[in-house]
């Protein structure tokens, strides 16, 4: 009778366990559909004057566009700045409210002279105070008059000042120091991700993968919220399902050890 009772039981877990794996093999969960563009690796689209380029691979990428930085910089009065390649020094000109600056070349007197076999490798200062160098044979050069006639440049407030490759405009002009101003293109990426948002253009837009090779921008952020809200109840559903086959095979096999225990006398 003991064992009449343990087969019953155990025919009852297994099936409980056989049909909850069943269902686990048939059940169909929900799918994200969504209403959008699609786009695959290297598409582009246009927004607001801004073109971004689709970067996919693999159910994942990003969108990536350039975009406007403005930059600026400061060269302060009598201070040195790198110039065409040279040294130049700034010179604000000396009135209540300047508008003008120049640059004027600056000289490396040192390697200069070294690379003079004619004269000193070193500059004197006489009496009066006037910097000069010695020539090999005795006579003597005022520094200013031995070096060559330097590079002069001068700007007006506003005016287009070209350095390091760029435009730049000479904004604002003080009697401390001068201002500039310039824009650059910079390469700029946005990430996309399964469900996340993304907003171009002052619009979000929530992204999605059909396959590993194409994602879509969806403007129906709610949407999406609200469906992958139905998956993840499935997959809980299914998660306890799990459960159910653990619970079942255990309980069949502690019935099955029980039933065929010895029995006391």
Known sequence: MQRRWAAICLAFFLVTAA???????????????????????NDTFETNGTTYTVEVEGGSGSLV????????????????????????NVTIEPAEDPDRFGLTEEFDVESILQNDSEVDNQTYTAEDGTE????????????????????????????TVEHDNESKT???VTSESVALTWETEEEQSETLAEGENVTVDNQTYVATFPD??????SED?????????????????????????????FSAFLIAALAFLPRRG
């Open 19 to 41: 049909g909850a794996y069943g269902v686990q093999a048939l059940a169909e969960g929900p799918e994200i559909d969504m209403e959008g563009e699609t786009y695959q690796n």
């Open 65 to 88: 566009y350039n975009e406007t930085v403005s930059n600026e910089d400061s060269w302060d009065n009598n201070s040195a700045v790198e110039f065409e390649d040279a040294s130049y």
């Open 132 to 159: 000069f160098v010695r020539y090999r044979d005795g006579s003597t050069e005022p520094l200013e008059e031995y070096l060559p006639e330097p590079n002069q440049v001068t700007y007006s407030e506003n005016d």
């Open 170 to 172: 000479a904004e604002n």
């Open 212 to 217: 590993d090779q194409t994602v879509m921008l």
């Open 221 to 249: 952020v709610a949407s999406y919220q609200e469906q992958a809200g139905h998956q993840e109840y499935f997959q809980q559903r299914l998660s306890g399902l799990n459960y159910v086959i653990i619970f079942s095979l």
